[in-house]
């Protein structure tokens, strides 16, 4: 069962609605219509094995060590009042001076920020911060020109829009009633009293589909498929624009057999229309920078030609498609 928790809920303070986001992108134009801002919010109940923002799954601020930054001078793990930093030597039967790292323990981690303002050479960072709805507007409001000019506005990403719903909700409506286009990129994870809250207050959803399969979706990602494709009917029939994307994974969707069964999917759901999205490895780095595996970091990264015949296979059963 599919354990849900409104991270908003545990962030009032003073009755103020806040959230935690971790990345506000200026000038993207690769989600949603136009040049957009896109605010990315922390904490994803998916955990995808491809996901190129491993920051954004965990709900909590979290703190990301760069190891081409880092002198190895300890500091941080003496400071750290929770004993959650450490040094690790490096690994091998005779590693050299220098060579080892840090290592965060982020379930002790209260992300107070002592081990980063220490650090002198700039090492330790936060993954992500509170921020209130005045302050995200505020920041969006800066790119209003380059909305109006190209038809843009603001896209909600994460991690997953739906875990911090309260906010969310809040955001939307302050961009609404500055007359800002509101898009919301999802993966669907959620309550449907949630989601159709949600999307009751975008004006484009950006739904991911991962695989076709059930099996191989609960494989993938560790969540079960039936809500994600609920909420996806719902989606389609609220009468809002909708955009089903798919990541196409080497080893996982990108086989013919999958760009067909992907057509079927979508023909079933009366859907026309998709965006493919390449497989990219622009996250690597931060898998070593959380002290995280990374199991795909062999693969080779896709691009827009490779996926042609895949495109094909679905304009041959109706479908429209775009490629990022």
Not at 296 to 312: C, F, G, N, R, S
């Amino acid at each position: 069962m599919l354990l849900w928790i409104n991270w908003n809920k545990l962030c009032h303070k003073e009755f103020i609605i806040r959230g935690i986001i971790f990345n506000i992108q200026q000038f993207s134009i690769h989600d949603g219509p136009g040049i957009r801002t896109v605010v990315f919010f922390k904490g994803c109940p998916l955990r995808c094995r491809w996901c190129s923002n491993p920051e954004s799954q965990s709900h909590p601020i979290q703190i990301l060590w760069d190891g081409t930054k880092c002198s190895r001078c300890r500091r941080c793990a003496g400071l750290c009042p929770q004993g959650a930093v450490r040094y690790e030597e490096a690994a091998g039967p005779s590693p050299m001076p220098g060579e080892g790292r840090i290592r965060i323990n982020h379930g002790l981690c209260t992300a107070c920020g002592i081990c980063v303002e220490a650090c002198p050479g700039g090492a330790l960072s936060p993954a992500g911060r509170y921020y209130s709805v005045e302050e995200v507007l505020e920041q969006c409001q800066k790119d209003r020109v380059f909305y109006e000019e190209s038809g843009g506005g603001v896209t909600l990403s994460g991690g997953e829009v739906l875990a911090q719903p309260d906010f969310a909700e809040a955001l939307l409506t302050a961009l609404g009633d500055a007359g800002i286009h509101r898009a919301i990129e999802t993966s669907g994870v959620a309550p449907p009293a949630v989601f159709n809250r949600i999307i009751a207050r975008t004006d484009l959803i950006l739904f991911d589909l991962k695989h076709h399969d059930p099996d191989r979706h609960r494989d993938g990602t560790g969540v079960p498929q039936d809500l994600i494709l609920t909420n996806f009917r719902a989606a389609g029939a609220s009468g809002r624009p909708l955009l089903p994307r798919i990541p196409v994974i080497p080893g996982y969707n990108d086989r013919p057999a999958d760009a067909a069964a992907f057509g079927e999917l979508l023909g079933s759901l009366g859907v026309r229309e998709v965006e493919l999205l390449p497989f990219h490895q622009f996250g690597q780095n931060k898998y070593a920078m959380l002290g995280l595996d990374y199991g795909l970091a062999e693969i080779k990264a896709l691009h827009p030609e490779d996926l042609k015949p895949y495109k094909t296979i679905l304009e041959n059963q109706g479908v429209r498609v775009l490629l990022s």
